[in-house]
Antibody, heavy 119, light 110 residues
Framework: QVQLVQSGAEMKKPGSSVKVSCTAS????????ISWVRQAPGQGLEWMGG????????NYAQKFQGRVTIIADKSTSTAYMELSSLRSEDTAVYYC????????????WGQGTLVTVSS | QSALTQPASVSGSPGQSITISCTGT?????????VSWYQQHPGKAPKLIIY???KRPSGVSNRFSGSKSGNTASLTISGLQAEDEADYYC??????????FGGGTKLTVL
């Protein structure tokens, strides 16, 4: 059974950076894209970007270009999302999700990581 | 990219059918049959219920169905049940290996 396990909640100051991890088990990590989706309190889902570990290149939503970095470590089956220049509007639950190419959709999701940005 | 447009809320009584629309543009929903739908209960991660416009993953009830016409995709839930009360999100491929979600629709089962 595929599982995506994310790192724990983070409290950050405005202007700082946060790095969230997502460790996969039960599947072939390198072959599937991993994307990051965030959800601000009471708001909808927002696609941030994704990476295919076997290729190592990431794609980002225009809104986050220059502020987000997504990388994958094949040796530990872990994907990371780093968001810099944090502001209060970045307070959200951040999810990683696995993209299954046979269904062209996100079939497995992590449990979510709450990132709170506050002075 | 701008978020896909969904109604903020819909409601229906048990046993009834409801439809949630998801309107995009000719650059996303209108260009690709890569629309998926997700169900999210409070405090939980989203769950895939429809992929490629109208296909259901194994284990998802056949009460859920999807369709698309032009730039608008739709999710229909028939035979509403109490457990269907949740938030629903559409998602579409939006070119250059990027994806876009809808704003979400809160379904209330009366």
């Amino acid at each position: 059974q595929v599982q995506l396990v994310q790192s724990g909640a983070e409290m950050k100051k405005p202007g700082s950076s946060v790095k969230v991890s997502c460790t996969a088990s039960g599947g072939t990590f390198s072959a599937f894209a991993i994307s990051w989706v965030r959800q601000a309190p009471g708001q909808g889902l927002e696609w941030m970007g994704g990476i295919i570990p076997i290729f190592g290149t990431a794609n980002y939503a225009q809104k986050f270009q220059g502020r987000v970095t997504i990388i994958a470590d094949k040796s530990t089956s872990t994907a990371y999302m780093e968001l810099s220049s944090l502001r209060s509007e970045d307070t959200a639950v951040y999810y990683c999700a696995r993209f299954e190419p046979f269904v062209t959709a996100y079939d497995y999701w992590g449990q979510g990581t709450l990132v709170t940005v506050s002075s | 990219q701008s978020a896909l447009t969904q109604p903020a809320s819909v409601s229906g009584s048990p046993g009834q059918s409801i439809t949630i629309s998801c309107t995009g543009t000719s650059s996303d929903v209108g260009s690709y049959n890569l629309v998926s739908w997700y169900q999210q209960h409070p405090g939980k991660a989203p769950k895939l219920i429809i992929y490629e416009v109208s296909k259901r993953p194994s284990g998802v009830s056949n009460r859920f169905s999807g369709s698309k016409s032009g730039n608008t995709a739709s999710l229909t839930i028939s035979g509403l049940q109490a457990e269907d009360e949740a938030d629903y999100y559409c998602c579409s491929y939006a070119d250059s290996y990027t994806w876009v979600f809808g704003g979400g629709t809160k379904l209330t089962v009366l």
